[in-house]
C-alpha cells in the first residue's frame, strides 16, 4: 500500500518556523520528484514547492521564497519543508505529493498525495 505521511504541523506565532516531514511507504521516494502544496479553507490547492529526485533542483511559489527550504533525505525516504518567518496567510493545510515527471508546480501531475497536515500562524 503507496502512502505519504506528513507530520510536523501545528499552531505557532507570526514569525515562528516549523518544519514538516513527508514519508514514505510501499514507494522508493528517490524515484520521484517531490512536491508540497497547501490549501487554506475556501481557498484551491497551491504549490508551495518542489524538489527533484536527486535533490539538486528546486523550485518555490514566490510568496514562500527565501522563508520555506525544501529538502529531501532518501535514505530516510523522506521530504522536509523547512518554514520560517511564517505569516498568518501561510496557516492552511499542508499536502506532500509524489510525481514521476520532472519538477513541477502543476498539481495534476503528481500521482500520490498525504493526507495533510494543519499549519496554522497565529498573528
Known amino acids: 500500500q503507496v502512502q505519504l505521511v506528513e507530520s510536523g504541523g501545528g499552531l505557532v506565532q507570526a514569525g515562528g518556523s516549523l518544519r514538516l516531514s513527508c514519508v514514505g511507504s510501499?514507494?522508493?521516494?528517490?524515484?520521484?520528484?517531490m512536491g508540497w502544496f497547501r490549501q487554506a479553507p475556501g481557498k484551491e490547492n497551491d504549490f508551495v514547492a518542489a524538489?527533484?529526485?536527486?535533490?539538486?533542483?528546486?523550485d518555490y511559489a514566490d510568496s514562500v521564497k527565501g522563508r520555506f527550504t525544501i529538502s529531501r533525505d532518501n535514505a530516510k525516504n523522506t521530504v522536509y519543508l523547512q518554514m520560517n518567518s511564517l505569516k498568518p496567510e501561510d496557516t492552511a493545510v499542508y499536502y506532500c505529493?509524489?510525481?514521476?515527471?520532472?519538477?513541477?508546480?502543476?498539481?495534476?501531475?503528481?500521482?500520490?498525495w498525504g493526507q495533510g497536515t494543519q499549519v496554522t500562524v497565529s498573528s
Open positions: 510501499g514507494l522508493t521516494l528517490s524515484s520521484y520528484s
Open positions: 524538489i527533484s529526485r536527486s535533490g539538486g533542483l528546486r
Open positions: 505529493a509524489a510525481t514521476p515527471s520532472i519538477v513541477t508546480t502543476r498539481g495534476m501531475q503528481y500521482r500520490y
